[in-house]
């Protein structure tokens, strides 16, 4: 089995774009404004986690947004396809709640693909009736490639 290392570290856009292209995480991303929106996203993501095999490829990473005493907001997740099924995903985001402050404190909110919500469930997530949304967004879909 691979040796799989998870750290804190921040990643260039070009790194995650390359990474989006092995996930479906690409998906959720608006065609409007992508690279320089993928660039503010990897600067100021308050919690940034990244995945890596024994040969340093990226293979999952979390991006997170928090203020560490009440809350943790994951805004990514994804692990590579060639990885899914291994309990990345899973760590990643214990990982996450850890450095945000732990299950004691911290909530975790998320908005899920549809297809994850089954992940999530595992989790013990369950789906929220209380958030509320403002978006007004230019948003067109595509796929990263």
Known sequence: MTQITITEERITADEYIGFLKRTDLGSQYPQER????????????????????????????????????????????????????????????????????????IAVYLVANENAIPFYEKLGMEQSTDVMQYNKTDWTGFTVE
């Open 34 to 105: 992508f690279r320089d929106r993928i660039e503010k996203l990897v600067k100021n993501a308050s919690i940034s986690l990244i995945a890596r095999n024994s040969d340093g490829l990226i293979i999952g990473v979390l991006f997170g947004l928090s203020d560490f005493a009440y809350w943790l907001f994951i805004t990514d997740l994804g692990v590579d396809r060639a990885y899914e099924k291994q309990g990345i995903g899973t760590r990643l985001i214990k990982t996450a709640h850890q450095l945000a402050g732990g299950e004691k404190d």
